[in-house]
């Protein structure tokens, strides 16, 4: 069991989503954060001849690595929970995931680390989308409990 | 003239953007993320009897600074801009502004670094809703340039 | 076998470290950041009562969450690799870690999420200790290859 | 007045730094973060001729926006003031920063972005040094205050 599940278990309060479905999402958005970053530098690392098709490949692997690694906060924070920050942050995620393992699939026959950083693209784009409707914003009232936390 | 503008000016290929509104935008994400984490620690630092009613204005200050620190790197970088990861950063930064500036509204009267920190926040989301028009993916084609980068 | 170890494997060039060693600090230090982040939110979700005394706590979890993220960052990078900024690095995180895992500690008898964040503080201080000698500049020449990355 | 300083001023405990100076080190770390993201983009857009000299400079460009972004954070947290966490990790920061500054000074006759990126690294490094010892942990006792934040 991962450190996440755990912090997950021992949260003092309410969490508004299934804890297992949760760990497994800001885990994978962690180690695509990371596969990221290290595409990149694998990329930057590739021959002088290579590199420069790699140009967005790098860039696409550094904004997935930001938006995957932000994502990943929001969802760790449960305190005031507030679905309309979540869920479009979780809708940039997917995105940013979708981009990058699109760039990187461009290369993957060439360069091994590019496959293997689409496939953490493609598996955590895919639980983004799994989670996105149970972070939508409820259209019949507030999104955020009107009470503070924490609980008193 | 900020290092950010300076940047701008230097950068050797083109930029779809308006670069002193760019600049601008950049800027202001950067000061927002800072005074966000600034207010977090400011509102830690409270008394025994203020801080539990600031534990949810401290995580809307989190989440404000980490997306808007992730907003500011994807404007940071033109290589390879795709439309749909800016457009949807761009929202997801809109909304945390928005959600943190109105949790320091509630405090502004108690704490000055709640009202400076909503100053921020404010100014923040609003040239985020002004840039949102001009990152918008096109509805008629590809929403990034099919030739990649850098130029040869 | 994680992501990271498998970028590690397909990385382009040479690795100065032992890429097993390598891509275990590299995972503890990503699982640390991860846990820091949950416990200062799971902090401020703690009742009134109890808040107050942990506000130091997540004030080191926050700095810790911080450091060890970056520290990852520099180590997964390969390209141009210079001792001098990794060892620095390594050493702020061995020192985030342990006042961390220290705050933690305090509170471990209490709050469960604090238990299990003295442990992944703990394991990722020892890791990057038994990393530091490795990091180690040399004292006879430049610490860094002369030959600048990528190779031709 | 930046935000940084109004922020400083709103925050309602001691501070163990002269504020003047710690707002402009913060600002500076923001402002070579900024700069070091920027550069690493502008060099990954330049021609395919010039491209592959310029890795190792990307490489620093990014550890150097890392570690100013996670030094300029620590800097920004006044509760629970830890001498040794804030010491180490201003250390790596000015070793970041004079590695990255030497890589762009490199590139500075050639490309306009490095020359602006190595002023802000240079700046940044040199507030860095000066505000070293005032950030040394004292050798006669506790680095931190015995007393827990918030003052009751």
Same mark, same amino acid.
């Given at each position: ?17 299934? &804890?297992?479905?949760? #760990? ?28 420069? &098709?790699? !140009? ?6 550094l904004d997935c690595a930001d938006i995957c690694a932000a994502t990943a906060a929001v969802l760790t924070r449960q305190t005031g929970y507030d679905a309309r920050v979540t869920h479009a ?15 990187? !699939?461009?290369?993957?026959? $060439? ?12 598996? $955590? ?18 999104? &955020?409990?009107?009470?503070? #936390?924490?609980?008193?």
């Amino acid at each position: 069991m991962t450190y996440t599940r755990q912090l997950i278990d021992t949260y003092p309060a309410e969490i508004n989503l299934d &804890r297992a479905q949760l #760990a497994e999402v800001i885990d994978a958005l962690s180690a695509c954060a990371q596969a990221c970053s290290a595409c990149a530098d694998a990329c930057l690392s590739e021959s002088a001849d290579a590199l420069p &098709r790699l !140009a967005r490949c790098i860039r696409d692997n550094l904004d997935c690595a930001d938006i995957c690694a932000a994502t990943a906060a929001v969802l760790t924070r449960q305190t005031g929970y507030d679905a309309r920050v979540t869920h479009a942050q979780v809708q940039a995620a997917a995105q940013a995931t979708r981009t990058c393992g699109d760039s990187c !699939a461009e290369h993957g026959e $060439t360069h091994a680390h590019c496959r293997v950083c689409e496939q953490a693209c493609r598996e $955590t784009e895919q639980l983004l989308k799994d989670l996105l409707p149970q972070v939508e914003p409820s259209g019949q009232g507030p999104s &955020r409990p009107s009470q503070a #936390a924490p609980q008193t």
